[in-house]
DNA sequence: TAAATTGATTGTATAATACAATTACATACT
DNA sequence: AGTATGTAATTGTATTATACAATCAATTTA
């Protein structure tokens, strides 16, 4: 195996962590953090859950998640619906105002992205994508 | 330019960025975390510095890696060395305990990664480390 | 020598997380 | 039916990494 390879990726992980990790907390593109962001995706995507789910999904704590949730609603990006079988429990479902914020969010993601790898050619960009996205899927 | 890529992109760094940022804060292989690693590292690599030559490197703030080096000194990981020219300044590094724990983080590291990755080919792995480094060096 | 600048530290605040305790409801067991 | 156990969610508390502002002490500049 190419050991080479491999402290590569770890330091390059490394960097890119902290990197993005800094980024995230001074800059704040637009009124959404890094988690809320993977929530309303997740719903707008695969629709209604509640934070149980979500936090299975996510690999989170349930506490983590139910903050985040409740943040979310309180901006009235997420409404609750009550489960019918259960008065404890609940989803979440997207109102227009998140949807709206997600869309708007995701642009500006995408923008940042885009200029970030502007000089890359598509076959790297493409590549670089499916790596990340297989390397996401190695920690399930 | 490719949208699906860059999109793809897009999301899998968001949720990377998140899932290792959890794993970091919870488990915690040795005794660094990521910013006190990297810092042994450079100056491992490239010698001795202060830490303001750190935070520009790093584009952290002063402070934060003040606090980090600071820590790190605590622990015998570094020590300092007076700048004879400038009473104020002073320039860090590694100690013996520091230089093994450096070793020994790096190992489990790269172990960690090693069995992450254990199902890529070669070529992968090799393009995955250098795209992160390119993508890494866009950011400066 | 007084004023401005600079290297580093310290105070304070924020954000994302986890774990533990709690609340309120649901299910299972005699 | 009633008690015990289990479970969905919330809330309290702690930790960690960060930034920005204030401060301290030494240096440089006017």
Redesign the pocket.
């Known amino acids: 195996m190419d050991v080479h390879a491999l402290e590569m990726i770890e330091l390059e992980l490394a960097i890119l962590i902290?990197r993005t990790?800094?980024i995230?907390?001074?800059k704040k593109f637009g009124n959404l953090?890094?988690?809320?962001y993977l929530i309303l995706r997740r719903i707008k995507e695969k629709g209604a859950a509640?934070?149980?789910?979500l936090a299975e999904e996510f690999?989170?704590?349930?506490?983590?998640v139910?903050?985040?949730?409740?943040a979310l609603e309180h901006k009235d990006y997420l409404y609750r619906i009550p489960?019918p079988?259960?008065?404890?429990?609940?989803?979440l479902q997207l109102t227009e105002q998140g949807t709206k914020e997600l869309s708007d969010y995701k642009q500006e993601r995408l923008k940042r992205i885009t200029e970030l790898l502007e000089d890359w050619s598509d076959e790297e960009r493409k590549l670089f994508g499916v790596l990340l996205e297989k390397f996401n899927q190695s920690f399930n």
């Open positions: 902290r990790t800094s995230s907390s001074n953090d890094r988690s809320a509640g934070v149980k789910v690999k989170l704590d349930i506490s983590t139910s903050r985040q949730a409740a489960d079988l259960d008065g404890r429990a609940y989803s």
